[in-house]
């Protein structure tokens, strides 16, 4: 098995994608974390220089380094067997990762408002104008390959970072529009190593 060790800061965030893939296939890996620059600024700015692109994430790969989140996430998904069983399953799955990577890219920003009542009021505006419709097209997508899986009658990489989005920018309440989405939700939660993960994984805001 390769070396395998992953930096970010002490958050889910950007990294989390690829902590899940790691969790589920169930390997060994340096979970390496650094306090985010808003608890202490010095860690990263000592670090950033170092890094390719001045960003976190960065993965370790037998001394290979990777920079990207989720450049990081499709490469292990791709080691793990979850990136499809041929190119078209694997472009199926890339559509849905970017669709929900466009509604994250939009959705993020909520995270950083600090007024209560207008962060409430931009979720909800979000989850009507944004977050809603994506889920309806991917349940529509989900139903035209089978109902059980999104691509391939096979749990991917769309599968668990559908998981990841709905467990940070979605609620039980908005799942309840996209029943079988909902399921599929809660299938890749109940996977025993996504499970331990899930129980083991260090508290963060974000």
Request: aromatic share 8%; glycine share 4%; net charge positive.
């Amino acid at each position: 098995m390769s070396q395998i060790k992953l930096t970010y800061f002490d958050l889910r965030a950007r990294a989390e994608p690829s902590r899940l893939v790691l969790a589920y296939a169930g390997v060994n890996y340096i979970d390496h974390r650094i306090p985010a620059p808003w608890d202490d600024p010095k860690p990263w700015a000592a670090m950033k220089p170092t890094t390719p692109y001045g960003q976190t994430p960065l993965l370790e790969w037998d001394g290979q380094i990777i920079a990207q989140s989720m450049a990081i996430t499709r490469f292990l998904a791709a080691e793990f067997g979850l990136k499809g069983k041929n190119n078209l399953e694997s472009a199926q799955i890339d559509e849905v990762v970017d669709t929900i990577e466009d509604v994250i890219g939009v959705t993020i920003k909520t995270h950083f408002e600090t007024d209560p009542v207008k962060k409430a009021e931009t979720v909800a505006q979000l989850n009507n104008t944004t977050v809603l419709p994506m889920l309806v097209n991917l349940e529509k997508r989900l139903v035209s390959r089978g109902g059980q899986f999104l691509v391939g009658n096979a749990l991917s990489l769309a599968d668990i970072h559908l998981f990841f989005f709905c467990s940070e920018y979605s609620t039980p309440q908005l799942l309840a529009n996209t029943p079988k989405i909902a399921n599929l939700v809660k299938r890749v939660q109940y996977l025993p190593n996504i499970q331990k993960w899930l129980r083991a994984r260090p508290v963060s805001k974000l």
